[in-house]
T-cell receptor, first 117, second 108 residues
């Protein structure tokens, strides 16, 4: 039981390049999330998906796109990377359904460390 | 803006001492959760407390919730060097917001 798996673990991009961060969970969870973590800023929500086929914006969605490919996989795409997107990116999942209240814990991957030069 | 904000930002104690971290939030909640993050790793869930609960225990962890003050505290008793980590509170909403964390250093 791997939990939440993120690939790659590290990535260096040049400004303007594109890439996709992959996330997969094997816990049959309904909801999946993408966060970024910057020093002193805590975690900020980029996008989330409450169920397969649905996505919604979080606090900082600009410059990113997401795809909920199926129930297991939720990818984050940077179309044209900028230095401001240098960060650690975390994917998380939760069993909760479309209800407003999240009453169960989030399970996190170990992150992707992205540097944009 | 983020819902949960932890205080203090950093805390350094000796092994065996107790560590207390606080979290304040802005709007009404149904539950509040605490997470731990070891350096270079993802967040790990510690404990969830519902709005109708005032106190909850899990091993050496004690969490309190005061909905009238919109605040929560996390107490780690008899701290160990392995408790060195960052601790985050998160309040429930559809989008699940986190605070910026308390960095705890437990010196052996």
């Amino acid at each position: 039981n791997a939990g939440v798996t993120q690939t790659p673990k590290f990535q260096v991009l040049k400004t303007g390049q594109s890439m996709t961060l992959q996330c997969a969970q094997d816990m049959n969870h309904n909801s999946m999330y993408w966060y970024r973590q910057d020093p002193g800023m805590g975690l900020r929500l980029i996008y989330y998906s409450a169920s397969e086929g649905t996505t919604d914006k979080g606090e900082v969605p600009n410059g990113y796109n997401v795809s909920r490919l199926n129930k297991r996989e939720f990818s984050l795409r940077l179309e044209s990377a900028a230095p401001s997107q240098t960060s650690v990116y975390f994917c998380a999942s939760s069993p909760h359904d479309r209800g407003f209240t999240i009453n169960s814990p989030l399970h996190f991957g170990n992150g992707t460390r992205l540097t944009v030069t | 803006s983020q819902q949960g904000e932890e205080d203090p930002q950093a805390l350094s104690i000796q092994e065996g001492e107790n560590a207390t971290m606080n979290c304040s939030y802005k709007t009404s909640i149904n539950n509040l959760q605490w997470y731990r993050q070891n350096s270079g790793r993802g967040l790990v869930h510690l404990i969830l407390i519902r709005s109708n609960e005032r106190e909850k225990h899990s091993g050496r962890l004690r969490v309190t919730l005061d909905t009238s003050k919109k605040s929560s505290s996390l107490l780690i008793t008899a701290s160990r060097a392995a408790d060195t980590a960052s601790y985050f509170c998160a309040t429930d909403s559809r989008k699940f917001y986190f605070g910026s964390g308390t960095k705890l250093n437990v010196k052996p």
